[in-house]
């Protein structure tokens, strides 16, 4: 029998299993295509498998999207995963993880969880491609994951974000593939939606991408750090930002991380 369990963070839900001796094998995306598939499986963005590592790593996690695609950094995951660890005694209430974007540091705050996430690519300002007869200009960065993000005036609930969210997502220009993010600014706050690149859907919230779209934001001097961004969930994560001069700004993701259930499977 194979134990899980089920977490989200502001909608965003992941199968964790713990797989310390590495039984399940080095290829997991078979599992995780089975397992998130929401019809047939339990159903989630994600599968995060725990395996050991060495310090100053708590433990290395395996993040696999739902189409069964790698993933190296997921923010929410991270808050996921990093409370799992404490709740089951595998890490203190402040410790590091290994993933494959990097060191992750990760704290309990109150009810929350705060995660440093690994330093953020060079920010791209202003890029611009087209589609369908259509001139797009994005802000482009590397928060774990690639971002592109588009600013927007139109009601965020306006946008066809399956449908765009997916031709950008395949568009040239990214040779990797990107997630996409929608971004309005709103009071000195954002609102997000985002297509996650590997899941192939919009996703109720993405932390890395708001990771991205708060950082961008910055940069273009529309908000101060700390910075709320409202999900597509309804629930708001908050990025702290400290920008340097001479190398990449250090970034802090706060949110929720919730245990949703637990259960077996049968192997096989």
Not at 23 to 41: H, N, Q, V
Not at 76 to 95: E, M, S, T, W
Request: glycine residues 10%; negative net charge.
């Amino acid at each position: 029998m194979i134990t899980f369990t089920k977490m989200e963070g502001c909608g965003n839900d992941f199968i964790l299993i713990e797989d310390q001796d590495e039984a399940l094998g080095a290829d997991l995306s078979t599992l995780g295509r089975a397992l998130c598939e929401r019809s047939t499986g339990i159903g989630a963005d994600g599968l995060i498998v725990i395996r050991a590592d060495e310090e100053p790593a708590a433990y290395r996690v395996v993040i696999i999207n739902a189409s069964g695609m790698p993933a190296e950094m997921c923010g929410n995951g991270a808050r996921c995963v990093a409370r799992y660890a404490i709740l089951h005694g595998l890490a203190p209430q402040r410790h590091q993880f290994r993933t494959e974007a990097g060191m992750i540091s990760a704290e309990l705050v109150g009810d929350e969880v705060r995660v440093g996430l690994s330093p953020p690519g060079p920010i791209a300002l202003n890029q611009t491609l087209e589609l369908d007869g259509r001139c797009w200009t994005l802000d482009c960065v590397d928060t774990g994951v690639p971002h592109a993000v588009i600013w927007t005036e139109q009601p965020l609930e306006d946008i066809d974000v399956p449908r765009l969210g997916s031709a950008l997502r395949h568009h040239r220009f990214f040779p990797k593939g990107a997630n996409i993010n929608f971004v309005a600014r709103e009071n000195g706050d954002l609102r997000i939606r985002t297509f996650e690149r590997g899941v192939e859907a919009e996703t109720q919230a993405c932390g890395t991408g708001s990771a991205a779209a708060a950082l961008l934001a910055h940069a273009r001097g529309y908000v101060a750090s700390p910075v709320r961004v409202h999900t597509r969930h309804g629930g708001v994560l908050t990025i702290s930002i400290d920008a340097r001069r001479d190398t990449p700004a250090v970034l802090h993701l706060t949110g929720p991380a919730n245990v949703v259930f637990t259960g077996q499977l049968n192997e096989g």
